[in-house]
């Protein structure tokens, strides 16, 4: 039973490894400039979504008010790919493949069009 259990995880994990590897990367680049943001203060108002930094739309997604809003950003992001593999489990490689592609458009989308709704906000 336990050897079961182990194999129907790996596969798992091997099924979902572009959504994993998705946000491996963005846990990573969001801990980077995290740090950074840190270690140089002057880098959120080069990063941050505002009229004067064009790249700031992009670059502010990956950016953190604190280690709190850090935590909160990266469990709820795990959550969410969570319950999208587990809600996904059982489809064939092909459509998981391309159900995560759109999931990962769509959250990018989205996330850009908020922060340049923020900036025509302020």
């Known amino acids: 039973m336990e050897k079961e259990k182990s194999r129907l995880f790996w ?47 992009i670059t502010s997604l990956f950016m953190h008010l604190g280690a709190q809003h850090f935590a909160v950003n990266m469990a709820g992001l795990s959550a969410f790919f969570l319950v999208f593999a587990a809600c996904n489990i ?16 769509v959250i990018f989308l989205i996330a850009t069009l908020s922060n340049l709704f923020w900036i025509i906000l302020i």
């Open 90 to 105: 059982f489809l064939s490689e092909e459509e998981i493949r391309r159900r995560i592609f759109f999931l990962l458009v």
């Open 11 to 57: 596969k798992a994990i091997r099924r979902f490894r572009m959504l994993f590897s998705t946000f491996l990367l963005v846990l990573i680049s969001s801990a980077t400039t995290y740090t950074a943001s840190l270690m140089f203060p002057w880098l959120n108002d080069i990063l941050v979504a505002s009229p004067r930094t064009p790249w700031g739309i």
